[in-house]
């Protein structure tokens, strides 16, 4: 079969998959691919764009995805967090706030963006509001990811006094004990 191969058709075909192949190339042929209304492809495809470091084509995807109610709140994270990473902090802190904003979702959504805000302010050094935010979600959940730890660590930071008890488990986190 490959000696009835004739050059020219060998140097197509490499032209061919010279255009699929190169990231702007990819990203316009599965752009073209995907229709509007697949909201979870465009989730997914979202997520394997920030994986890639290609957060401007993620933050693309997570905004078709985020017209699906379903995945509004973990596409705002999302595209907030490719922000962080871009460095464009005022632009992620507004989509965190977003997020927020007159919202009615659940407790676990107030705190996931309430943590990742929290983040925010850590990171660009506004520690008193981190603390807030970081407030905000241990006063529902202490064990919601490490955000004890952060409150702990940020009062001391601050020289605040600790009157929580620690011995006093708070939180969703069942617990057993014996005596």
Do not use: W
Not at 12 to 17: F, I, M, P, Q
Not at 39 to 59: C, R, V, W
């Amino acid at each position: 079969l490959i000696a009835d191969v004739e050059d020219d058709e060998l140097f197509g075909a490499g032209d061919l998959l010279g255009e699929t192949q190169g990231e702007d190339g990819l990203t316009q042929e599965l752009a073209s691919e995907i229709g509007a209304e697949d909201t979870e492809t465009h989730f997914n495809l979202g997520i394997a764009y920030k994986e890639m470091g290609l957060f401007d084509d993620a933050i693309a995807e997570f905004d078709k995805a985020a017209k699906d109610p379903r995945r509004l709140i973990d596409s705002l994270t999302l595209k907030g967090q490719c922000l962080m990473e871009m460095g464009s902090l005022a632009e992620a802190e507004e989509v965190f706030r977003s997020g927020l904003a007159d919202r009615q979702d659940s407790e676990e959504v107030c705190m996931t963006l309430n943590y990742e805000l929290g983040l925010l302010y850590q990171t660009t050094g506004r520690d008193k509001e981190a603390l807030e935010c970081f407030q905000v979600v241990a006063d529902k959940d202490m064990f919601f990811r490490d955000v004890g730890d952060k409150v702990k660590s940020l009062r001391a930071q601050l020289g605040l006094e600790d009157s929580q008890d620690d011995d006093q488990p708070r939180g969703d986190r069942n617990r057993v004990s014996y005596l």
